[in-house]
Protein backbone atom coordinates (compact mmCIF):
# COMPACT_ATOMS: atom_id res chain seq x y z
CA UNK A 1 0.00 0.00 0.00
CA UNK A 2 1.71 3.77 -0.71
CA UNK A 3 -0.06 6.42 1.11
CA UNK A 4 -1.34 9.18 -1.09
CA UNK A 5 -2.04 12.90 0.03
CA UNK A 6 -5.07 14.70 -0.47
CA UNK A 7 -7.11 17.22 0.70
CA UNK A 8 -4.52 20.15 1.32
CA UNK A 9 -2.01 20.70 -1.26
CA UNK A 10 -1.01 17.79 -1.21
CA UNK A 11 0.31 17.53 2.59
CA UNK A 12 0.39 13.85 3.75
CA UNK A 13 -3.59 12.78 5.53
CA UNK A 14 -4.51 13.71 9.15
CA UNK A 15 -3.44 10.58 11.58
CA UNK A 16 -5.55 9.32 14.08
CA UNK A 17 -5.71 11.89 17.09
CA UNK A 18 -3.31 10.97 20.31
CA UNK A 19 -5.54 10.23 23.30
CA UNK A 20 -3.92 12.56 25.48
CA UNK A 21 -1.80 15.76 24.53
CA UNK A 22 1.54 15.82 24.24
CA UNK A 23 4.25 18.33 23.22
CA UNK A 24 6.45 18.38 19.95
CA UNK A 25 10.02 19.06 21.36
CA UNK A 26 11.51 20.28 18.05
CA UNK A 27 10.03 22.06 15.50
CA UNK A 28 11.68 24.78 12.39
CA UNK A 29 8.14 26.63 11.73
CA UNK A 30 10.76 29.04 9.99
CA UNK A 31 12.07 26.93 7.51
CA UNK A 32 10.69 26.06 4.20
CA UNK A 33 11.29 23.41 2.19
CA UNK A 34 12.26 24.09 -1.75
CA UNK A 35 9.01 24.14 -3.51
CA UNK A 36 6.54 23.76 -1.21
CA UNK A 37 4.29 26.79 0.04
CA UNK A 38 5.20 28.06 3.17
CA UNK A 39 3.09 26.83 6.29
CA UNK A 40 1.94 29.66 7.80
CA UNK A 41 2.04 29.17 12.22
CA UNK A 42 -1.33 29.50 13.16
CA UNK A 43 -2.27 26.97 10.41
CA UNK A 44 0.05 24.91 11.37
CA UNK A 45 -0.65 24.75 15.26
CA UNK A 46 -4.34 24.82 14.65
CA UNK A 47 -3.19 21.43 12.24
CA UNK A 48 -1.39 19.92 14.98
CA UNK A 49 -3.83 20.97 18.15
CA UNK A 50 -6.61 18.90 16.05
CA UNK A 51 -4.15 15.22 16.56
CA UNK A 52 -3.48 16.36 20.52
CA UNK A 53 -0.61 17.74 19.89
CA UNK A 54 -1.24 21.14 21.26
CA UNK A 55 2.07 22.62 22.11
CA UNK A 56 5.85 22.75 20.57
CA UNK A 57 9.04 24.39 21.23
CA UNK A 58 9.99 26.53 17.77
CA UNK A 59 13.51 26.45 17.27
CA UNK A 60 15.39 29.28 15.74
CA UNK A 61 18.99 28.64 14.81
CA UNK A 62 20.64 31.52 12.57
CA UNK A 63 19.62 34.97 13.04
CA UNK A 64 16.82 35.21 10.55
CA UNK A 65 15.17 32.27 12.32
CA UNK A 66 15.67 33.58 16.16
CA UNK A 67 13.89 36.68 14.95
CA UNK A 68 11.18 34.42 13.49
CA UNK A 69 10.66 32.66 16.33
CA UNK A 70 10.66 36.11 19.49
CA UNK A 71 7.47 37.25 16.95
CA UNK A 72 5.88 33.36 16.80
CA UNK A 73 6.24 32.83 20.64
CA UNK A 74 4.85 36.30 21.19
CA UNK A 75 1.78 35.56 19.43
CA UNK A 76 1.14 32.06 19.81
CA UNK A 77 0.83 31.24 23.52
CA UNK A 78 0.88 27.22 22.16
CA UNK A 79 5.07 27.45 21.57
CA UNK A 80 7.97 28.33 23.60
CA UNK A 81 11.26 29.56 22.16
CA UNK A 82 14.15 27.93 21.11
CA UNK A 83 17.48 30.02 20.03
CA UNK A 84 20.72 29.55 19.14
CA UNK A 85 23.33 29.80 16.49
CA UNK A 86 23.52 26.39 14.84
CA UNK A 87 26.47 24.50 14.87
CA UNK A 88 26.55 24.74 10.78
CA UNK A 89 26.35 28.60 11.14
CA UNK A 90 28.92 29.70 13.73
CA UNK A 91 31.76 28.45 11.14
CA UNK A 92 30.01 31.05 8.98
CA UNK A 93 29.76 33.89 10.59
CA UNK A 94 32.87 33.74 12.15
CA UNK A 95 34.17 33.94 8.53
CA UNK A 96 32.18 36.72 8.31
CA UNK A 97 33.47 38.55 11.12
CA UNK A 98 30.05 38.81 12.33
CA UNK A 99 30.40 35.97 15.11
CA UNK A 100 30.57 37.96 18.12
CA UNK A 101 27.84 40.14 17.49
CA UNK A 102 25.60 37.28 16.56
CA UNK A 103 26.36 36.21 19.91
CA UNK A 104 25.17 39.64 21.55
CA UNK A 105 21.79 38.98 19.91
CA UNK A 106 21.54 35.37 20.97
CA UNK A 107 22.27 36.68 25.18
CA UNK A 108 19.84 39.40 24.40
CA UNK A 109 16.81 37.26 23.13
CA UNK A 110 17.97 34.13 25.84
CA UNK A 111 15.54 35.90 28.73
CA UNK A 112 12.71 36.46 26.83
CA UNK A 113 10.46 34.74 29.08
CA UNK A 114 9.15 32.17 27.01
CA UNK A 115 12.57 31.24 25.54
CA UNK A 116 13.08 27.84 27.35
CA UNK A 117 15.49 26.21 25.31
CA UNK A 118 19.22 27.42 24.08
CA UNK A 119 19.60 25.39 20.91
CA UNK A 120 20.05 23.94 19.26
CA UNK A 121 23.86 23.74 19.43
CA UNK A 122 26.46 20.98 19.39
CA UNK A 123 28.56 19.62 16.68
CA UNK A 124 28.02 18.56 13.37
CA UNK A 125 31.16 16.71 11.41
CA UNK A 126 28.95 16.22 8.65
CA UNK A 127 28.43 19.30 6.62
CA UNK A 128 31.05 21.08 8.95
CA UNK A 129 34.75 19.79 7.31
CA UNK A 130 37.74 19.71 9.33
CA UNK A 131 38.86 22.74 8.64
CA UNK A 132 35.51 24.45 10.51
CA UNK A 133 35.89 21.58 14.08
CA UNK A 134 37.62 24.10 16.31
CA UNK A 135 35.42 26.63 15.84
CA UNK A 136 32.41 24.98 16.15
CA UNK A 137 33.72 23.23 19.25
CA UNK A 138 34.24 26.72 20.33
CA UNK A 139 30.73 27.80 20.30
CA UNK A 140 29.16 24.63 21.51
CA UNK A 141 30.97 25.51 24.93
CA UNK A 142 29.92 28.87 24.54
CA UNK A 143 26.46 27.46 24.31
CA UNK A 144 26.34 25.42 27.32
CA UNK A 145 28.06 28.42 29.32
CA UNK A 146 24.79 30.51 28.27
CA UNK A 147 21.88 27.55 29.20
CA UNK A 148 23.77 27.65 32.28
CA UNK A 149 23.73 31.54 33.19
CA UNK A 150 19.84 32.25 32.19
CA UNK A 151 19.06 28.76 33.53
CA UNK A 152 17.90 27.47 30.40
CA UNK A 153 17.32 23.88 28.80
CA UNK A 154 19.83 22.77 26.30
CA UNK A 155 19.39 21.13 22.93
CA UNK A 156 22.00 19.33 21.58
CA UNK A 157 22.45 18.94 18.05
CA UNK A 158 25.05 15.81 16.85
CA UNK A 159 25.80 14.62 13.68
CA UNK A 160 28.41 12.12 13.10
CA UNK A 161 29.82 13.78 16.44
CA UNK A 162 28.74 11.47 19.11
CA UNK A 163 32.34 11.20 20.97
CA UNK A 164 33.25 15.08 20.94
CA UNK A 165 29.53 15.88 21.79
CA UNK A 166 29.56 13.66 24.88
CA UNK A 167 33.54 14.79 25.96
CA UNK A 168 32.81 18.18 25.45
CA UNK A 169 29.64 18.17 27.59
CA UNK A 170 31.34 16.31 30.70
CA UNK A 171 34.46 19.05 30.42
CA UNK A 172 32.19 21.72 30.57
CA UNK A 173 29.34 20.12 32.74
CA UNK A 174 26.13 19.86 30.95
CA UNK A 175 23.26 22.00 31.95
CA UNK A 176 20.74 20.30 34.49
CA UNK A 177 18.27 20.12 31.43
CA UNK A 178 19.71 18.79 28.63
CA UNK A 179 18.32 17.50 25.58
CA UNK A 180 19.80 15.33 22.95
CA UNK A 181 18.02 16.54 19.75
CA UNK A 182 16.87 13.60 16.96
CA UNK A 183 18.76 11.35 18.92
CA UNK A 184 20.86 9.33 16.85
CA UNK A 185 23.21 7.04 18.90
CA UNK A 186 23.57 3.68 19.98
CA UNK A 187 21.79 1.46 22.99
CA UNK A 188 25.40 2.40 24.50
CA UNK A 189 25.14 6.18 23.85
CA UNK A 190 21.53 6.11 24.96
CA UNK A 191 22.43 4.08 28.42
CA UNK A 192 25.51 7.20 28.79
CA UNK A 193 22.78 9.68 28.00
CA UNK A 194 20.12 8.37 30.83
CA UNK A 195 23.13 7.86 33.04
CA UNK A 196 24.07 11.28 32.95
CA UNK A 197 20.69 12.54 33.12
CA UNK A 198 20.09 14.04 29.85
CA UNK A 199 17.03 13.37 27.99
CA UNK A 200 16.38 11.68 24.51
CA UNK A 201 14.48 13.14 21.92
CA UNK A 202 13.22 10.76 18.99
CA UNK A 203 12.08 12.14 15.62
CA UNK A 204 10.56 10.47 12.47
CA UNK A 205 14.06 8.38 12.12
CA UNK A 206 12.60 5.66 14.56
CA UNK A 207 10.21 4.83 12.22
CA UNK A 208 12.54 4.58 9.29
CA UNK A 209 12.85 0.63 8.27
CA UNK A 210 16.57 1.00 8.42
CA UNK A 211 16.68 2.51 11.45
CA UNK A 212 16.89 -0.84 13.96
CA UNK A 213 19.71 0.57 15.91
CA UNK A 214 17.86 3.50 16.77
CA UNK A 215 14.79 1.51 17.66
CA UNK A 216 17.44 -0.54 19.81
CA UNK A 217 18.62 2.79 21.47
CA UNK A 218 14.81 3.71 22.38
CA UNK A 219 13.94 0.00 23.82
CA UNK A 220 16.87 1.14 26.56
CA UNK A 221 15.84 4.63 27.32
CA UNK A 222 14.11 5.07 30.59
CA UNK A 223 10.15 6.13 30.12
CA UNK A 224 11.08 9.52 31.89
CA UNK A 225 13.76 10.55 29.63
CA UNK A 226 12.23 10.48 26.23
CA UNK A 227 10.34 13.05 24.45
CA UNK A 228 9.18 13.09 21.00
CA UNK A 229 10.09 15.56 17.76
CA UNK A 230 9.50 16.26 14.43
CA UNK A 231 12.54 18.89 13.61
CA UNK A 232 9.91 19.63 10.82
CA UNK A 233 10.11 19.90 8.25
CA UNK A 234 12.71 17.39 7.63
CA UNK A 235 12.85 13.70 9.32
CA UNK A 236 8.68 12.55 8.18
CA UNK A 237 8.15 9.84 9.89
CA UNK A 238 6.73 6.48 7.88
CA UNK A 239 4.31 6.02 5.77
CA UNK A 240 5.00 9.30 4.96
CA UNK A 241 8.91 9.59 4.33
CA UNK A 242 10.26 11.79 2.29
CA UNK A 243 7.06 14.16 2.44
CA UNK A 244 6.88 17.51 3.90
CA UNK A 245 6.88 17.20 7.90
CA UNK A 246 4.71 19.12 10.40
CA UNK A 247 4.25 18.72 14.04
CA UNK A 248 0.53 17.17 13.35
CA UNK A 249 2.49 14.06 12.35
CA UNK A 250 3.85 13.62 15.58
CA UNK A 251 0.95 11.07 16.09
CA UNK A 252 2.58 8.15 13.59
CA UNK A 253 5.94 8.70 15.72
CA UNK A 254 4.39 8.41 19.07
CA UNK A 255 2.61 5.14 18.05
CA UNK A 256 6.02 3.87 16.69
CA UNK A 257 7.70 4.48 19.70
CA UNK A 258 4.81 2.89 22.26
CA UNK A 259 5.52 -0.32 20.29
CA UNK A 260 9.13 -0.32 20.50
CA UNK A 261 8.96 0.62 24.04
CA UNK A 262 6.09 -1.94 24.37
CA UNK A 263 4.17 0.99 26.87
CA UNK A 264 0.53 1.58 25.88
CA UNK A 265 0.09 4.83 23.46
CA UNK A 266 -2.05 6.60 26.25
CA UNK A 267 1.32 6.11 29.13
CA UNK A 268 3.91 7.21 26.67
CA UNK A 269 1.61 10.19 25.68
CA UNK A 270 1.34 11.02 29.49
CA UNK A 271 4.97 10.69 30.27
CA UNK A 272 6.09 12.84 26.86
CA UNK A 273 3.62 15.72 28.49
CA UNK A 274 5.16 15.35 31.77
CA UNK A 275 8.45 15.08 31.25
CA UNK A 276 8.24 18.18 28.76
CA UNK A 277 7.12 20.19 31.18
CA UNK A 278 9.87 19.39 33.77
CA UNK A 279 12.65 20.01 31.24
CA UNK A 280 10.94 23.52 30.27
CA UNK A 281 8.56 24.50 32.97
CA UNK A 282 5.07 25.18 32.44
CA UNK A 283 3.76 27.14 29.62
ZN1 LIG B 1 16.46 21.05 14.12
Given at each position: MSPHSSG?????DRPDPLPIDVV???????ITREGDEPFDVAEAVARARQVGVTRMVQVGCDLDGIAFTIEAIDRHPELLGGIALHPNEVPCLAAAGRLEEAYAEVERL???????VIGETGLDYFRTGPEGVAVQQDGFRWHIDLAKRTGRALQIHDRDAHDDVLRILEEEGAPPRTVMHCFSGDMAMARTCAERGYYLSFA????????KGLRDALSVTPLDRVLVETDAPHL???????ATNAPYLVPHTIRAMAGVLGVAVPTLCQAVSDTSEAVYGPW
Open positions: HRGLPDNHVHLDATHERVRGTVTFKNATPAPWRG
